[in-house]
């Protein structure tokens, strides 16, 4: 249990995991996060997580958030507020245990 500023207890709900078959690569949950914990990614036909490239666009089948520092969360929950296809799992599991 964390402590808040003014001194009440606080519990982290850390990002766990994202569902790519859920997610529709909106961006919004990249936006709200301060700490670099997710990035956009491509699916290709193949249904294999990829790089976006520029060149390689159109090889992209559907854009997608991934996690990319899990170790970086905070568990503000900032992202689940935004998320309007309820696609991420949250919990209080913590890296340091």
């Known amino acids: 249990m964390a402590i808040a500023r003014d001194g009440r207890e606080w519990a982290p709900d850390y990002l766990l995991a994202i569902d790519a078959e859920k997610c529709i690569g909106c961006g919004r949950c990249y936006k709200v996060c301060g700490r670099e914990v997710m990035t956009l990614k491509g699916i290709n036909e193949d249904g294999d997580i990829v790089e976006l490239d520029d060149d390689e666009d159109d090889e992209v ?21 935004v998320c309007p296809a309820n696609c991420q799992t949250h919990g209080s599991e913590s890296l340091a245990a």
Do not use: P
């Open 61 to 81: 089948e559907k854009k997608v958030m991934v996690m990319a520092d899990v170790g970086a969360c905070v568990g503000c929950g900032a992202c689940a507020r």
